[in-house]
């Protein structure tokens, strides 16, 4: 963990309520730059509203969420308008229940995550409208990427077909594949692995080392301990809106606060109810 | 209605004898749905009785032929078979993977290409062609005027598929910026005594500002709610109209509003019109004639525009946006903006149409500007097919050129007396015709999807996939 230094992500102190509900509460940790962390936690702990606030769906009540670019440009994520978290501050997400445009091409998905950049290069359209060969120059060249990428998830043949054609697995790389388009320095997943077979789980857990490899820092949310344990380099774990552990995966794992919650009992009952159920995780 | 179509059911076992005795017995039931609805609509009818008062006449033969022909059609359908209503199929039970290649959908798309140059040279040909067939400029006019008023609402439709059926936000207003464009050309022609050739691209500014004008409080709503307020303008800016009576004219519209001119030379009887400087006899027709070609131009600019907006970045936003608009944001698109572009371009080709519109009439009046414009115009793309472009042509022919089409059945005379006017049955036929395509074809005439790039092979995408949009 040579990179342990330069944090992507800071999310301090930060709290969200909706009404009387404290969906989050003081929650503070760091992504690092080049790794992946895991976001886990029992259902309703609050780890999708922490994305919904990172990627500016939600804006918290309290706290801050600062991005550091390499460069070492940063930005307050919570005071950021919606669009600009993906275009100036390149955190790109994908969605729980898959948020593909499905009446459009797999090619078709990939472009529209290039719309800025080839907005630009069409000068706003007007260049397009005449048909000026610098358009056709970044149209190309935005392809080029799709195929890039496309390449990389499998996808390749499917290409021309609508993407609410693919099957469920595809569908979830797809959705990998257009979130990357849009060069991201930070990643956010919502349960990539959600739905999907051990073999395809195995291979999301490729491209997904694969994208750390290339320099992309990654936050994922997942209940898919094979997933979790095999490829996050650091875990912060969740109950009730509150961090109950942050550390790598093989601590948390045994960490008996985080089996506790799992299990849904009191810390002192974890030795009793894991004896019950045959689990032997406290190595 | 939905009762009498329901299906005989055709089985092996049955035989014929029964299934004949079932026919007999839907097609008894249909005859006598028909006498139900038909009592009220068709028996009575109020006249002028020589004494000048009214009388109601009694038409029990009109009531008797109408049940005789559902009879008749309920018999033969059910004898051949067939079904009235087409079985549901589902994205589901044919399989997800079958879907790009669906027959269906291939034929439309082959229709898509093969149809539209056939459409654009029979539309370039249509004038020669008439005034061929009618032996003379003169005879040829209504035919001529009709095709501009097809023309028009051709435009108009391409217009407004551009917000629903591109950026699937429903506009109930589209009218307001049909009469921007108009109001536009009339005020400033007869005002500052600007020429229709500035005028137009006046008025599409100025109606792209009224989209973008209508575009910001409405940009937080969805679905019902945006459809209210659009429809809400619509009605505003007809109000305004009227009741600005300074500038507007009110109620009695503007008239004299300066004719069209062949790129500065009138359409006259004198020496510099149009037909002396080009050795020509004068005939009022050469300016309806330019008219139409003038229409025609401006129609396929608008195509010509959107299909290339449509391969633009600026189109694949109104598209995804259609698709999924929290998507959208998270992909770093400007919603707004995006939304506000689709108004705006769309209100702009409404304004063109409009200045059209009013150079065309040389009389205009917020009467012209009501919501069964707006309502026609949402028709012609609803039944089109939203976002095909081929499919709102061929709903602008037939929404405008179909009840024309009523005036020149007079053999329905024979069957159904001397006193028949088709035409009065217009808005009957139109529900019928509204009822039919919810049956058949609920996602409009043409509604795949053409993908806007390709990678290796063009396929074109079923309408199930497409999304309509959030309002």
């Known amino acids: 963990m040579a990179s342990s230094a330069t944090p992507v992500l800071e999310v301090q102190h930060m709290t969200m309520r909706f009404g009387g509900l404290v969906a989050v509460g003081d929650l503070s940790f760091t992504a690092r730059r080049g790794e992946i962390t895991a976001l886990i936690g029992p259902n309703g702990a609050g780890k999708t509203t922490v994305f919904n606030c990172i990627t500016g769906f939600y804006r918290p009540t309290e706290g801050m969420i600062r991005l550091r670019h390499e460069g070492g440009s940063d930005y307050l994520l919570e005071r950021l308008p919606g669009h600009a978290i993906n275009w100036k501050a390149k955190v790109a997400r994908t969605f729980q229940n898959i948020r593909l445009f499905s009446g459009m091409t797999v090619l078709e998905n990939l472009l529209v995550a290039q719309h800025n950049s080839l907005m630009i290069a069409s000068g706003f359209s007007l260049f397009g409208i005449l048909g000026l060969p610098t358009y056709e120059k970044a149209q190309r060249a935005a392809i080029a990427k799709a195929e890039y990428w496309l390449d990389k998830t499998g996808l390749t043949a499917r290409a021309d077909d609508p993407a609410g054609d693919l099957p469920y697995g595809d569908q979830r790389r797809l959705e990998i594949a257009r979130a990357m388009c849009t060069d991201p320095v930070l990643l956010c997943l919502d349960e990539p692995a959600a739905g999907l077979n051990p073999r395809e789980s195995l291979e999301l857990n490729t491209l997904l080392s694969s994208i750390r490899a290339e320099g992309t820092s990654l936050l994922l949310i997942e209940h898919d301990m094979s997933v979790v344990m095999e490829i996050s380099d650091h875990v912060v774990v969740l109950d009730y809106g509150v961090k109950i552990a942050d550390a790598a995966p093989a601590s948390v794992r045994s960490d008996p606060r985080v089996i506790a919650a799992y299990l849904g009992v009191e810390d002192e009952e974890v030795g009793e109810v894991e004896a019950e159920v045959g689990l032997e995780l406290t190595s | 209605m939905a009762v009498a179509s329901t299906p005989a059911l055709p089985s092996d076992r049955e035989g014929v004898a029964a299934r004949a005795g079932q026919a007999l017995k839907s097609a008894a039931f249909s005859a006598l749905v028909m006498f139900g609805l038909s009592v009220p609509i068709l028996l009575l009818r109020t ?362 059945l007079g053999f329905l005379k024979a069957v159904f007396g001397e006193g028949f006017d088709p035409n009065e049955y217009r808005l009957l036929l139109f529900g019928l015709a509204m009822v039919l395509m919810m049956i058949w074809r609920p996602r409009g005439l043409i509604s795949v999807r053409e993908p806007s790039v390709v990678l290796k092979e063009r396929k074109s995408i079923s309408g199930d996939l497409v999304k309509e949009g959030h309002g």
């Open chain 2, 47 to 408: 006249e002028q009785s020589d004494a000048g008062g009214l009388i109601l006449v009694q038409r029990w033969g009109l009531v008797a032929s109408a049940c005789a022909i559902v009879f008749a059609v309920r018999l033969a359908v059910g004898l051949a078979g067939g079904r009235i209503v087409p079985r549901r199929q589902t994205a589901q039970a044919r399989g997800a993977v079958t879907t790009a290649a669906d027959p269906a959908a291939q034929s439309g798309f082959r229709l898509a290409t093969i149809a539209a140059p056939l459409f654009v040279g029979v539309a370039i040909a249509f004038p020669v062609m008439i005034i061929l067939a009618k032996g003379g400029l003169n005879e040829g006019r209504y035919w001529i005027d009709l095709g501009i008023l097809i023309l028009t609402y051709v435009m108009l439709g391409w217009g407004l598929n551009i917000v629903v059926g591109l950026a699937g936000l429903l506009d109930l207003g589209y009218v307001a910026f049909y009469a921007v464009g108009a109001y536009s050309y009339a005020l400033l022609s007869t005002t500052f005594g600007l020429s229709f050739w500035i005028c137009l691209p006046l008025a599409g500014i100025l109606a792209a500002l009224w989209g973008i004008l209508l575009g910001f409080p409405v940009l937080r709503l969805r679905g019902d709610y945006l459809a209210i307020v659009t429809l809400a303008f619509g009605e505003i800016i007809r109000l305004v109209l009227i009741n600005w009576v300074d500038v507007t004219g009110g109620g009695a519209g503007i008239s004299s509003i300066p004719r069209v001119t062949f790129f500065g030379i009138p359409f006259t009887a004198d020496e510099d019109g149009f037909a002396g400087r080009f050795g020509l006899d004068f005939s009022p027709m050469h300016r309806i004639i330019f008219l139409y070609y003038l229409i025609l131009a401006l129609a396929l600019v608008t195509n010509l525009v959107t299909m290339r907006l449509r391969r633009l970045p600026v189109g694949r936003a109104w598209e995804a946006l259609r698709e999924d608009e929290i998507a959208c944001r998270s992909l770093g698109i400007n919603t707004t903006n995006t939304k506000l572009t689709a108004f705006a371009i769309g209100a702009m080709f409404g304004g063109f149409a409009g200045s059209f519109f009013a150079v065309r009439q040389g009389f205009i009046s917020p009467e012209s500007f009501n919501f069964l414009e707006s309502a026609t115009i949402l028709a012609i793309v609803v039944l089109g097919g939203m976002g095909s472009q081929i499919g709102v042509a061929i709903a602008a022919i037939a929404m405008i050129g179909g009840p024309e089409l009523l005036r020149n």
